[in-house]
């Protein structure tokens, strides 16, 4: 199946960013304008008598419609980096600044508004809810967003045909594969149109024929809806394949910005995934 575009009908209904001011579906910043900046910021954990520097005077720039890679291992930082930028976790220092919100200076309640409407998240763990169908699933932030019942039922709709699952909408996620659990998170992530979108491992739990294409539809909707992305990898072969940047960390700094003009460009239309009985669509 090909790829819905931007000029697509998939248009959420009015809301609100982090700071209350409405916002008319999805728009798509100024190639040059930052969506992501953080200013020498750190993340310290105090662990009995040691103090674990998670994160430990980062600063960078993300600029709109970036693909952004965190590399390094286990423990250098990169997931806790990301939590901070999904406003999931509040910095000790210094300063995270997302689409020129300052997110140390948001409320709970406000920093609840910005995850729900200007950030879309997908992680190696599907998260799905078990008791709820696909269709269910998918709609939960509409829902909390107090979107008409039947309008967010349309745009759910859409969103699990965008990721090739509209025959899937009333199975349960045990019932289905780790590829079309993945494929519904990420509709679920995008049904918002958000400007941002953070992924921890998508492909972490997935054989890599389905990562390829998980990454594929990613990097699709990076290049047609002028999406940021960051994504969180060990996998140095995945980020040079598919992100513009990768920004090595270890010990919670900092170490390489590394720029990769090697990306192949993938449009909608060649983006196919798979069936369940393995035929593309």
């Known amino acids: 199946m090909a790829l819905r575009t931007p000029s697509d009908p998939l248009v959420c209904p009015r809301r609100f960013t982090s700071c209350g001011e409405q916002l008319d579906s999805m728009e798509i910043p100024g190639p040059n304008s930052l969506a992501v900046r953080t200013e020498s910021v750190s993340r310290h954990y105090q662990m009995g008598e040691s103090l674990v520097r998670a994160v430990d005077g980062i600063s960078i720039d993300i600029r709109a419609g970036e693909f952004v890679a965190l590399l390094g291992a286990s423990g250098s930082g990169k997931s806790s ?9 509040r910095p000790t220092s210094g300063a995270v600044i997302v689409h020129g919100n300052d ?7 406000q920093l609840a508004k910005y995850r729900l409407h200007a950030v879309g998240m997908v992680f190696q763990s599907f998260n799905l809810i078990p008791s709820m169908s696909l269709l269910e699933n998918v709609e939960l932030p509409m829902r909390f967003a107090e979107v008409d019942r039947r309008e967010r039922s349309k745009l759910a709709r859409q969103s699990l045909e965008r990721v090739g699952l509209s025959g899937r909408l009333k199975h349960r996620p045990m019932e289905l594969s ?6 519904a998170s990420l509709a679920r992530a995008l049904i918002n149109r958000p400007k941002l979108l953070l992924a921890d491992e998508p492909t972490g739990n997935l054989d890599s024929r389905t990562g390829t294409e998980i990454m594929e539809l990613i990097h699709s909707f990076n290049r047609s809806l002028g999406m940021t992305v960051l994504m969180v990898t060990h996998e140095q072969a995945l980020a040079e394949r598919y992100a513009g940047r990768m920004l090595h960390l270890a010990d919670g700094k900092l170490l390489d910005d590394v720029t990769n003009d090697d990306v192949p460009d993938i449009s909608p239309a060649s983006v196919h995934v798979h069936a369940p009985g393995g035929e593309a669509r």
């Not at 980096?81 to 976790?89: Q, S």
């Not at 997110?103 to 309640?109: D, H, P, W």
């Not at 780790?178 to 494929?183: A, L, P, S, T």
């Open 103 to 109: 997110l140390a200076a948001l409320s709970r309640e």
């Open 81 to 89: 980096l990301l939590n901070l930028v999904a406003g999931l976790d």
């Open 178 to 183: 780790g590829g079309e659990q993945q494929r």
